[in-house]
């Protein structure tokens, strides 16, 4: 019988509330495959420093050390909040930076899915949606802007000026490819490769060692397409991406357009995977002015469990009843506050009660 | 009898063709104001490179020197054929970016606006349209990413490496502020600040000089948004934002986007302003695919004319009247072949017969 460790790290805002919701069922996929799944919370984020003055306490990382996957809830503070934690301390710089770092999860995958029976919430409209939206944006997570040197200062003429460096060499670039063009094979074999090659020397770089790894996967076809007008396109026709692969700071932007373009960053579950460890994640933040009001929506958490089932335990079957569960609560009619506006069909339901159905539909 | 000297770099592409329709506008209005227009064309991007073996060739720049403001069409080849060219003389890196150095235009506003009668063409569902869309993105046009040192290299153990930086000083900052603050000071007092504070510590002194500026504009209510977050909600809310101002890359990003929810980047016209010259753009490329076709949409040309009108020579009513006299093209029915598909009601025209219809109406 498996016994694996999860550390859970709840986060801040709405994280604790989504993560209850998460924890059922895991503790059910556990108990219909005769497996334990160690469930361990520790204290992360913004209120981790308020607890304990650090946003990823020692005895955390200990946890998130021996753990076989980790679980995260969204982290991050009202704009007046963060105002009282220094900088360096924020739960961004002093927490989910590290993390990343830490178990250095270069290949963050995000699916921008639009469940059926949703797309009366996603703003675009029927003729453009076509048969869904269903990308997968994977996104390197530890390297460019994000961890590259930082310079402030003041100039002899007393002019404050900042500095920070974009990096990337060919083996970061590489193995983000080679997952990228892995995925492709395992979805419809077509990759848009985002850059912005004719600006940026770090993307000619990127454009050289993705088509050398190309060479490898002859069967995928690799469309080359400017960051820029990638954001065009994902407004006007999602229908034309299948995997996109792209650096950090883009993965950032365009991600989030995902959330958009499907009608709530609610949608957004995640996952990062490190060579060694791997860490789940919404992709969204932590939403401070719903929090403990029962209304957020646990869709992102229970999609980043069933991330972790497929990516961290090889568990495919259970992975996708996890994902046909969620959608047969929609189908049902229901769902949380975000995704059933009046007039629309669906029943309102609280985020208890959504995770309940997931349960229930198991 | 005033006499302006305006330079038409007619660019790459459908460049050629849709300068021929701003060309129209302008030789009207100057007849209408007794004025005179100098138009003087000069070879600028791809074709520039081919037929004088410099993108931006001496004599053009020369042409722009003494112009009082400069026109230009996109530049930019198909992958292909730009792979024929040696990468620094290449329209974006050798002609585009050197013209915004050499006159220090920083200052680039994007209009985000969807003329009545096109909502139809907008990906998004009435509903989130709502009253129209009607954003103004500045955006910092000289500096970050764009412009800071790059340095590619191989490590002593033969890995391949790109480094770039992205600066900016608080006098950059500030003097984007200013143009962001005044602009939303003649709209409606509300400025979106876009930044990527809690990753970036260029956001951070771009957040602070904002502040700093911002307490001379105590009727400007200031939002400060994620730059992630802003990609979503102009999906899903674009009535939120009014003013935007954000660095260079992200500006970017967003204005194509914003290309997208109206549903065309023909769409999208543009001003580059520095403190002592202008330049005025579409903001779309040269979609080589139509070129010679007599099938663009001269829109995003002529209503760069419009802002030249406005901006360069203070004709407020002239370019009002422009602005107008497309608004009628659409509003009477006709469109080019990228906003008139099959069943919306659109009568087809031609590139031509657009510029015919804005000089009628005029
Ligand atoms: C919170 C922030 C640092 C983070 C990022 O920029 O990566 C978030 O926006 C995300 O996309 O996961
Ligand atoms: C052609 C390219 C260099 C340019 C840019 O990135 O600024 C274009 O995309 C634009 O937005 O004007």
Partial sequence: ????????????????????????????????????????????????????????????????????????????????????????????????????????TYANFRPVFLPQGLAHFSPLKPEIIGDGIDIMIIRELVGGLYFGDKETGTTPEGVRYVRETLEYD??????????????????????????????????????????????????????????DAAATYLCLNPGRFDVMVMENMFGDILSDQGGGILGSLGLMPSACLGDDKAYYEPSHGSAPDIAGKNIANPYSMIGSVAMMLEMSFGMDQESKNVWHAMQSVFADGYSTADLSKPGSGVNMIDTQAFGDRVVEAL
Same sequence: chains 1, 2.
């Fill in 170 to 227: 060919e083996n970061q670039i590489r193995r983000i490819a080679i997952v990228a063009f892995d995925t492709a094979m395992k979805r419809k074999k077509v990759l848009h490769n985002i850059h912005k090659s004719n600006v940026l020397k770090s993307s000619v770089l990127w454009n050289e060692i993705m088509a050398e790894v190309g060479k490898d996967y002859p069967e995928v076809r690799v469309e080359n397409i400017l960051v």
């Fill in 1 to 104: 019988m498996s016994n694996y460790k999860i550390a859970l790290l709840d986060g801040d805002g709405i994280g604790p509330e989504i993560m209850t919701e998460a924890v059922k069922v895991l503790e059910l996929v556990a108990e219909r495959n005769n497996i334990t799944f160690d469930l361990i919370h520790a204290p992360f984020g913004a209120s981790a420093y308020f607890e304990c003055g650090h946003p990823f306490p020692e005895d955390t990382k200990k946890v998130c050390d021996e753990a076989h996957a980790i679980l995260k809830g969204p982290i991050g503070l009202s704009h007046e909040e963060s105002q009282k934690i220094p900088v360096d301390m924020q739960p961004e710089r002093g927490a989910l930076l590290p993390l990343r770092r830490r178990y250095n």
